[in-house]
C-alpha cells in the first residue's frame, strides 16, 4: 500500500503526505466504514475532512451527503483561518484546483 | 394518384433534430467523468443536467416534425426509440447521482467539532510510521482527508 501512495503521489506531484490504512482499522476507529462500496466490494472509507489543531482536537469537518463532493481547498483554508482567529482577506481562489494547494498554503503562513 | 407519386418519388429530409437530441442526450449521460473534473459541475450536475435539456427540447422538436410532417420529414418509428432511450439515460443519470451516491453512511461515531481527534500510527508513502501526534505536534494544524481512493 505504501509503495501504491508513492507512485500515486509522484504521478500527480503532491507535496503532502499520504498514509495507508490497508485493513481500514482507522476509518473504523473514526467511523467512516463504507461497506461493501469499493472495488469488488472491498470496503473503504466515505469521503470525509477534518481539520485538527495541535492539542489533538478537531476544529472543522465536512461529511458530505453525496459521494462526489468534496471540500474544496478554499474551504478548509478558510475553515484554518477562523481557526486562528482571524478574519484573512485571502484570495481562495488562487488555490483553486491546484494539488498541493492545502500544503502549500499552510507553509506560507 | 398524387398521393401515390408524392410517397414513391419524394425525398423525405433527414430529420437531423432527433440525432442532435440524441447525441445531446448521451453526452449528457456520459460527460459527468469530464465535468467532475470541475467542483462547480461536479458539487451539482449543471453542465450534465443541461446537456439533457438541450438533448429533450431537439429530440422534442423532432419527433413533432416527424409526426407533424411526416410527408417531409423521416423518424415515425426511430424518433420515439430516441427519445425513449434519452429519456431512460436521464432518468437512470439521475437515479444514480440524486439516490445511489448520496447511500453514504451516517458517520455519527465520527469526531465532532471540540472532540479531539482518535489517535492513530500508519505508515507513510516511504513505509515510515506517522503518528497524529507526530503531526499535530509539529504544525499549526492538521488537515486529514480521508480520501475515498475510487470512484
Known amino acids: 500500500m505504501p509503495e501504491i501512495n508513492r507512485r500515486q503521489r509522484q504521478k500527480l ?6 498514509l495507508s490504512d490497508p485493513k481500514a482499522e482507522v476509518i473504523r476507529r473514526y467511523d467512516l466504514l463504507h461497506r461493501g462500496a469499493g472495488p469488488k466490494g472491498t470496503d473503504v472509507a466515505r469521503p470525509a475532512e477534518f ?5 489533538g482536537t478537531t476544529r472543522w469537518v465536512n461529511l458530505t451527503e453525496n459521494i462526489t463532493v468534496r471540500a474544496r481547498p478554499e474551504q478548509v483554508l478558510k475553515a484554518f483561518d477562523e481557526m486562528q482567529g482571524k478574519v484573512v482577506l485571502r484570495n481562495y481562489g488562487q488555490y483553486g484546483l491546484l494539488p498541493g494547494a492545502i500544503d502549500g498554503a499552510l507553509q506560507n503562513q | 394518384m398524387l398521393i401515390a407519386s408524392m410517397s414513391a418519388g419524394a425525398k423525405k429530409s433527414w ?19 469530464f465535468f467532475a473534473q470541475f467542483p462547480i459541475t461536479r458539487d451539482f450536475p449543471w453542465a ?10 431537439l429530440l422534442v422538436l423532432g419527433l413533432f416534425r416527424a409526426f407533424g410532417k411526416p410527408w417531409v420529414y423521416r423518424g415515425k418509428i426511430l424518433g420515439p426509440i430516441l427519445a425513449i432511450l434519452g429519456i431512460f439515460m436521464f432518468g437512470f443519470f439521475s437515479y444514480v447521482f440524486f439516490y445511489v451516491l448520496r447511500q453514504v453512511p451516517p458517520s455519527t461515531g465520527a469526531p465532532r467539532v471540540g472532540q479531539k481527534a482518535p489517535e492513530f500510527t500508519l505508515s507513510d508513502q516511504d513505509g515510515k510510521d506517522v503518528s497524529l501526534r507526530d503531526l499535530t505536534s509539529r504544525s499549526k494544524a492538521v488537515a486529514l482527508i480521508f480520501y475515498r481512493g475510487f470512484w
Open chain 1, 13 to 18: 506531484g503532491y507535496a503532502y503526505t499520504f
Open chain 1, 51 to 55: 481539520l485538527i489543531d495541535p492539542s
Open chain 2, 15 to 33: 430529420n437531423w433534430f432527433l440525432w442532435i437530441g440524441f447525441l445531446f442526450a448521451l453526452a449528457g449521460f456520459f460527460s459527468y467523468t
Open chain 2, 48 to 57: 450534465n443536467l443541461l446537456l439533457f435539456a438541450v438533448g429533450g427540447i
